[in-house]
């Protein structure tokens, strides 16, 4: 069986109109959907870089009305997750923004206006992924933007995941430490 489909140039140029736009979130909702069953594959992903580039996705993570749709913002995370994974043409988490940094710690941190336990998760890999990164610029505002005590009340949670992955991350935060901040992790925990 043969199926036609149109280039990814069509649905990235389709893409970029919607999530440039964002008049209408049901809209976003449904272009964050199609490029996040995309941002796998990496020849949508270099397309999407060609046409737009990931500083869209991070201009609409700073847009206060996507926290109002948790799977809209979930699936924005999903998507840059999955394209920084692929690294392709040097977008990697070394690369990242300082707005999802900021973005992210945010989520994690309590300071969100609303907390979805799917959300969080994603956000607290993502940390772990950029903490782990090769930029010592990313890795530094990590350490300053996600203190580990602000992870305590995640491994209270009932979700699991979400206990497991903020156990991970401050493991991850007091492996890169400096000596003084891992006492203080110490005697926090």
Known sequence: MLTVTAAPSYYVA????VIMNRNNFENVEWA???LEAFSSDPCFVACFYSLSN???LYDLLADDRLEGSQSCLNLCLRSICSMLDLGIQGTGWSTASTILVIKL???V??????EDSNVVLIALRMIE???NSDSPTIRLLVL???PAQSLIRHLEKSDERVALAALSLMNALHEKSDAPAREQIIKVS
């Open 14 to 17: 389709r893409l970029h109109d």
């Open 32 to 34: 964050l959907t199609t």
């Open 54 to 56: 990931i500083h869209l």
């Open 105 to 107: 710690a945010t989520l």
């Open 109 to 114: 941190t309590g300071r969100a206006k609303r």
């Open 129 to 131: 992924n950029l903490l």
């Open 144 to 146: 300053e933007e996600v």
